[in-house]
DNA sequence: ACCCGATACGTGAATGTTCAACCATCGTAG
DNA sequence: CTACGATGGTTGAACATTCACGTATCGGGT
């Protein structure tokens, strides 16, 4: 951790790039949907995992691997799509410590009634004018920054 | 907003690695600066934004904008690093609505002891094997995010 | 059968962020 | 010069997230 530690002009330049869409793109997409159906990005995407699960069901605890989010920060969380009839909670038979979060009837229609609109967002932010070149080269580099994040356990 | 909305496999693909960086690169960044420093990101890159300023002092509502920040939650975080010593308000002599934030001694060590810790965490996740051109394509692509984020008026 | 560490949550307090006011000052049209 | 909208900033309440702790269950080892 001691060796020359400063960026180059040019990496500074990327970083401070990147640094602008790692704060405004969440915030934008999250407008979006706090506009359009009261949710926040997380609970979207909360929402959109338990609707590609078999029963639309899946324990928590599996939930908060797939959402790289604290139980205990997805226990308030469900607890919030609970009161508002979105999601429901029931015990797992399999193991009396787990339980299970379902996706609602209404949830799914939420769900269903705002997911054109937030994808259309990201294609238009992210995707329209990105060359399939600069797509692969794109995703290689957030790969390559997810592995260095396993790395350091992050 | 009406035509065909989904996304392509590979689209997907790209979309998923992109969402996790968002979400978990900005958390191991303010995970390293809370450990070593007490820091929030937003608050490292305020007192950063600050010392490169002349005199170590800023308009707040000029930081704002550099931030990308609202008034209210610089108002609010400021009294917090105000608190502790790492910057003082002072009156705006041009402009008597104004106020402007100074960098203080203590803050601008706090700053250089942390410094170094964060941009090798940025080199490590971000630049180490990362070649010149996945460099440029990478801010390429950042570059035209942003662009679409201001487009979009977010 | 019993003990003990690990797992799966839930909860309440502390902290941070957003939202909706509010006040003071500035620039300017009339 | 004055009234009025725009600008700069603060504040407090509402809401979300994190942290520390509590509880119940599970899976072994002995």
Known sequence: MAEDPWLTEDEMATWRA???VLTRLPRALEAQLERDAGLGYMEYYVLAGLSDQPGRTIRISRLAELAHC???RLSHLISRLE????VRREPDPDDRR???AVLTEEGHRLLVAVAPAHVAL????VFDDLSPAGQR????AADRIVTRLD???A
Not at 137 to 140: G, K, Q, S, T
């Open 18 to 20: 990147l640094d602008r």
């Open 70 to 72: 604290e139980l205990s």
């Open 83 to 86: 009161r508002r009839g979105l």
């Open 98 to 100: 787990s339980t299970r």
């Open 122 to 125: 990201v294609r238009r932010l």
């Open 137 to 140: 080269m794109l995703r290689e």
């Open 151 to 153: 790395e350091v356990g």
